[in-house]
């Protein structure tokens, strides 16, 4: 109560004419509210915030020591290892490492994941001696079946006297590139008629063509040979017009003895050939001057 008493004292003998409660005097301009600024809080530190977890099996992160983490596709192993305890493991054997299971794989102890069979008899090419040859090497000389000229007959020397692609030693005509062209048996390089068949070879004329293929395959000079009289008639008639044919050949041609009891000798030769299968015929003429009576 001695505040508003004594400014009460103070106003009054001023000499002011009016008295005003010291609750509505004009207050002086007031400064504005400072305003306190907050302390700053030192900022969390990071392990606050995200606490700190050890690496664990399956949570999608590769951690020092795990070859793979189940957690993420992108942390799965290659090829055909699975991811087990974080650890790559192929659960089959496999010893060339190929991903094909040993008992399933056609070469076991090669690399091969193609697992290409060309000739399909089991074993893949990469192990293969002869990718190519389903029997590999049947007659064992050494040479792939799909390389040898004789796949079944042992020839390692390859000799091919004809050049017909087939080996000396399994080839039924060596040195007949034809190999017995016309299948009668008889190899080309020794047939009388290589592209007719021919199995017994007839050659009647001997000119060394068969008769099977010789136009001319009969030579009735070896039975009309031109010897003195002789004389080759023809072929292709019976025995009679033979007979004929040769006296009317030595009326036309006659002989004259020098001596009366000299005479004409005659005697006509008849032959009958088949050959080529067809039937050929010669007839002949020997005549002579005889001097039996004298």
Known sequence: MRFPVFLFAILFFSGCCSLVPAEEATPAAEAPPVQETPAEEPPMDSAEETPITEPACGDGILSNGEECDPGSNETLCPGCFECMGCECVKTFSDKDHDCIPDESDNCPQVYNPGQNDSDSDGEGDACDECPLDLQNDADSDGICGNEDNCPGTRNREQLDSDS???G???????NDPQNDADSDGVCGDEDNCPETPNPKQSDHDLDGQGDSCDSSPVDCSRYCPSIGHNVYLGSGMDEGECYDEAVEYIEGHPLEPEEDCEEIVAAYHYKEIEAGG????????????DGINC
Request: hydrophobic share 15%; charged share 35%; aromatic share 10%.
């Open 168 to 174: 000396d030693e399994c080839d039924s005509c060596p």
């Open 278 to 289: 067809e039937e050929y015929s010669c007839c002949c003429l020997r005549y002579r001057i």
């Open 164 to 166: 017909d692609g087939i």
